[in-house]
């Protein structure tokens, strides 16, 4: 069944209030697919009958909004941004982090450098939460990763494994796992030395992207840093950021 363009602007809508993300025209094919997918898996007749059970049904909003989140990443993606980490920053907020590719990466960035920093890994889907916590990946994801770094960190997988890879328990230890909602929730109760917010701030328009770094500033110890994605930055708002270099910025006194 075909979305009407009414419906098209109805989930829209919801998206955009659930999470900030602008679903335009052009995703309307994208969100058809993944509509279709939820119509069967709930046993849905119709799309306006499925507009009225995300209305009342907050688990299927879950799924729904798990469906149309997009997660492309892989193990060291930008990894020039790690440059910034020493010894001094003991606590790291993952704050957009899919899968879990990126808080692994930090934390073996960190232990190649002899320190170990906790870190928080969180994201709205918590079917990519999942995908992290599980710590199981198809080897491409690691292209980046060089043969030495897989053998310290990672597992081979054999026979139906084959063709994956699991990290050791000694990073998974590192990382803790919470689905978080930029927009809407609450920033955690401790504050960071640093803040990874990479590539998602563009899925989002100007309001949505002020709120959600003023929120990040307020976790921000001073000092900390803010790491946005290398296709992104916060010219054109108004923050409270030092810019440091092109995708970094700091918390210092004053602002």
């Given at each position: 069944?075909?979305?009407?363009?009414?419906?098209?602007?109805?989930?829209?809508?919801?998206?955009?209030?659930?999470?900030?993300?602008?679903?335009?025209?052009?995703?309307?094919?994208?969100?058809?697919?993944?509509?279709?997918?939820?119509?069967?898996?709930?046993?849905?007749?119709?799309?306006?009958?499925?507009?009225?059970?995300?209305?009342?049904?907050?688990?299927?909003?879950?799924?729904?909004?798990?469906?149309?989140?997009?997660?492309?990443?892989?193990?060291?993606?930008?990894?020039?941004?790690f440059d910034c980490l020493g010894p001094e920053h003991t606590?790291?907020?993952?704050?957009?982090?899919?899968?879990?590719?990126?808080?692994?990466?930090?934390?073996?960035?960190?232990?190649?450098?002899?320190?170990?920093?906790?870190?928080?890994?969180?994201?709205?889907?918590?079917?990519?939460?999942?995908?992290?916590?599980?710590?199981?990946?198809?080897?491409?994801?690691?292209?980046?990763?060089?043969?030495?770094i897989l053998r310290r960190y990672f597992q081979k997988g054999h026979g139906k494994m084959?063709?994956?890879?699991?990290?050791?328990?000694?990073?998974?230890?590192?990382?803790?796992?919470?689905?978080?909602?930029?927009?809407?929730?609450?920033?955690?109760?401790?504050?960071?030395?640093?803040?990874?917010?990479?590539?998602?701030?563009?899925?989002?328009?100007?309001?949505?992207?002020?709120?959600?770094?003023?929120?990040?500033?307020?976790?921000?110890?001073?000092?900390?840093?803010?790491?946005?994605?290398?296709?992104?930055?916060?010219?054109?708002?108004?923050?409270?950021?030092?810019?440091?270099?092109?995708?970094?910025?700091?918390?210092?006194?004053?602002?």
């Open positions: 069944m075909k979305i009407t363009h009414r419906q098209f602007l109805k989930f829209s809508e919801l998206v955009y209030r659930e999470c900030g993300i602008n679903l335009h025209d052009g995703k309307q094919q994208l969100l058809q697919a993944r509509l279709a997918k939820r119509l069967r898996n709930t046993g849905t007749d119709s799309i306006e009958q499925y507009l009225k059970l995300i209305e009342i049904n907050g688990q299927e909003l879950l799924n729904f909004l798990n469906a149309i989140s997009t997660n492309h990443t892989y193990f060291f993606r930008e990894s020039h941004h606590n790291i907020w993952c704050s957009a982090s899919s899968s879990g590719e990126e808080p692994y990466s930090i934390a073996i960035h960190c232990l190649e450098k002899n320190f170990r920093p906790t870190i928080l890994a969180t994201d709205i889907s918590t079917n990519v939460l999942q995908m992290g916590e599980r710590g199981v990946y198809p080897v491409e994801k690691a292209k980046a990763v060089s043969s030495q084959e063709g994956y890879i699991r990290v050791k328990g000694e990073l998974r230890r590192m990382v803790t796992f919470s689905r978080f909602n930029l927009l809407n929730d609450s920033p955690p109760s401790q504050t960071f030395d640093i803040v990874f917010c990479r590539n998602v701030l563009m899925y989002f328009d100007n309001h949505v992207k002020t709120k959600v770094i003023d929120m990040l500033h307020g976790a921000l110890k001073w000092g900390g840093y803010l790491i946005i994605g290398g296709a992104e930055s916060l010219n054109n708002i108004e923050h409270n950021y030092k810019y440091i270099k092109p995708s970094i910025y700091r918390k210092v006194a004053g602002t």
